[in-house]
Nanobody, 112 residues
Framework: QVQLMESGGGLVQAGGSLRLSCAAS????????MAWYRQAPGKQRELVAY???????NYANFVKGRFTISRDSAKTAVYLQMNNLLPEDTAVYYC??????WGKGIQVTVSS
C-alpha cells in the first residue's frame, strides 16, 4: 500500500518561506496527479495546487505568485515552495496522490 509522508512544516514569520515535501512509498504504481491541500481551523479542506504527470499545474487564486508546486523526476515526490507567507496561510497542509491517497498532514503556522 502506498503511503505519503509530509515534511518541512513549522513556524515562520509573515513574509517568510517554507518548503514542504511529500514522498510516496510502498507499492509501485503510477500516480498521475499529486496535490497539496490545506485545512485551517474551523474551515473546510481546500485545494492549494496540483501537478499532473503531463506537467499541467494549477494553483488556487489565493496562492498564485507566492507558491510553486513541483515533482521529482521519478514522480514519487511532490514539493510546495511557499514564499511571502501570510498569517492566513496558517493551516494543516495535506499531500494527496491520485486524488484518493492522503498524507497525515503537517502544520504550517505563520505569525504576524
Amino acid at each position: 500500500q502506498v503511503q505519503l509522508m509530509e515534511s518541512g512544516g513549522g513556524l515562520v514569520q509573515a513574509g517568510g518561506s517554507l518548503r514542504l515535501s511529500c514522498a510516496a512509498s510502498g507499492n509501485d504504481f503510477s500516480i498521475n496527479v499529486m496535490a497539496w491541500y490545506r485545512q485551517a481551523p474551523g474551515k473546510q479542506r481546500e485545494l492549494v495546487a496540483y501537478i499532473t504527470n503531463g506537467g499541467t499545474i494549477n494553483y488556487a487564486n489565493f496562492v498564485k505568485g507566492r507558491f510553486t508546486i513541483s515533482r521529482d523526476s521519478a514522480k514519487t515526490a511532490v514539493y510546495l515552495q511557499m514564499n511571502n507567507l501570510l498569517p492566513e496561510d496558517t493551516a494543516v497542509y495535506y499531500c494527496n496522490a491520485g486524488t484518493v491517497l492522503w498524507g497525515k498532514g503537517i502544520q504550517v503556522t505563520v505569525s504576524s
